[in-house]
């Protein structure tokens, strides 16, 4: 027979590990609510990693975000062709294939353009 006080130990137990979950569920997966949104173009490329971690590194994003979201640009890039990355509500960049081109567009760091062969074209103007 269990005795009443590793009872309320048990039930104690669970109640803390069911807040646990449902923190996690809560905040987890969205703790940094950015969003990688596909967006339709005329042109898709299939990029390696390099490129990917270049032009996302570029455009300002931190080692991190680019591991957690790279494959997402680089899935939009390669069947969608453009790509649309929020934080919250702001658009924080947009990444569109043109030929063997990248266009980004940042909130906060201008324009560039990207070639897959011959690696930075232009860079830097605020928009």
Known sequence: MISIKHKSEVYHAI?????????LGLFGCSH??????P????????????????IMRRAGFSDMQIVEYGEQVHDGLAQSGAVQIKIG?????????????????????????????AGWVTGGGTR
């Open 15 to 23: 109640t803390a590990l069911s807040l646990l979950i449902l923190a």
């Open 32 to 37: 940094s609510g950015i969003q990688v949104i």
């Open 39 to 54: 967006l339709s173009s005329r042109g898709v490329l299939d990029l390696d990693a390099s490129h990917i971690v270049e």
């Open 89 to 117: 509500r702001k658009v924080e960049a947009i990444f569109a294939v043109n030929g063997n081109d990248i266009y980004i567009s940042t909130r906060l760091r201008g324009y560039f353009i990207y070639n897959i062969n």
